[in-house]
């Protein structure tokens, strides 16, 4: 392999291996039943520690553990009510849904995400959901590209 090549590779790689990583554990996550506790559930009930930049009585923000720009923070919604991915929405949802969205924008203001961010939510094992526990990626701080994925 040639110097540059090298040089390339080992720029890339680590990218990859987040990715793959994020993918493999999308392809083992198992879909729970409405009464299983996820580890979103946890964070909410506090079992396990998280960085909270908003929470009000519906939605709990908190930064992501693994991120992929400077300000990666995920929302979710407090009560899970049967909205483990966004494919499992329903007319009951729409209020929950659409405070996640409003909420992201306030909390990307509140990071000083003027320029724009990016929102993501991951669906199924295709979508690379790993966490079955509806959840909003706000993502910023650097410019993203596209097409994504």
Known sequence: ????????????????????????????AATPSDDSLTIFDKIISKEIPSTVVFEDDKVLAFRDITPQGPVHILL???????????SKAEERHIDILGRLLYTAKLVAKQEGLAEGFRIVINDGPQGCQSVYHIHVHLIGGRQMNWPPG
């Open 1 to 28: 392999m040639s110097h540059r090549v090298s040089i390339l590779s080992s720029h890339i790689s680590p990218v990859s291996a987040v990715m793959a990583s994020e993918k493999k554990a999308a392809l083992a």
């Open 76 to 86: 979710i919604p407090k009560v899970r009510d049967g909205l483990t991915g966004l």
